[in-house]
């Protein structure tokens, strides 16, 4: 079975530029989450789909971060414009209706 | 809110020591527990669960039990390896499954 699948894996910008982010889950799975990783820190969650109705985006910077799941299945996580605080790995997992998440390999950006 | 307080670290062992990786949580109502691990440039994986008090997770060697009565979930190994190298996640599962996760210990285990 192949796993969460992301791109780019890493990604350079420079402040105030724009920057994408895609992720396709493993197949069948209902429930899509992209979670921000600061070094130092555990993944904290940003936005939960489940199929293509939004769950929960209570942790969502609203004023410059944007996610859509078109269909129920690929995502793509936006950030526009950003800021050097948001120098992260951005994971994304999937899950089928319970609760093991399954994460993808993450994409590291560096904003400078 | 939910939060989870795990061990600071970085923690260093030598092969065939114990391992313990204390975890507290706080959280309304009855969570579901877990252990994930991040090996060096890979992604997250779960390592154990456990979903209601007293019952044990166990995966690899490690061992963790979910004890109410502490709010607590440690990891537990007794005899590490080089290859368990990495940094452990604990984690709870709030409503709509959401995970809130700890900050992370970092393991590095010397042959």
């Known amino acids: 079975e192949a796993g969460v699948a992301q791109s780019p894996r890493y990604k350079i910008i420079e402040k105030r530029q724009s920057v994408a982010f895609w992720c396709n889950p493993i197949s069948g799975h209902a429930t899509l989450y992209w979670y921000q990783q600061i070094l130092g820190q555990g993944p904290k969650l940003l936005i939960q789909f489940q199929n293509n109705g939004v769950v929960d985006d209570s942790q969502l910077p609203k004023d410059r971060f944007s996610a859509e799941r078109l269909k129920g299945v690929d995502s793509t996580l936006k950030i526009q414009p950003a800021k050097l605080e948001d120098s992260a790995v951005y994971l994304c997992?999937?899950?089928?209706?319970?609760?093991?998440?399954?994460f993808g390999p993450g994409t590291r950006l560096l904003v400078l | 809110g939910d939060s989870v307080t795990q061990m600071e670290g970085p923690v260093t062992l030598s092969e065939e020591a114990f391992l313990t990786i204390n975890c507290t949580y706080t959280a309304t109502g009855y969570p579901s527990l877990f252990w994930y691990v991040q090996y060096p440039g890979e992604g997250l994986q779960l390592l154990l669960k456990?979903?209601?008090?007293?019952d044990k997770g166990s995966n690899k060697g490690f061992e963790a039990t979910y004890r109410k009565e502490t709010t607590s979930f440690h990891l537990e190994k007794g005899s590490v390896q080089v290859s368990d190298s990495a940094v452990y996640f604990c984690a709870l599962g709030g409503s709509n499954y959401k995970l809130t996760f700890g900050k992370g210990t970092l393991l590095t285990v010397n042959p």
């Open positions: 456990a979903t209601k008090a007293d």
């Open positions: 997992a999937s899950s089928p209706l319970g609760e093991t998440q399954y």
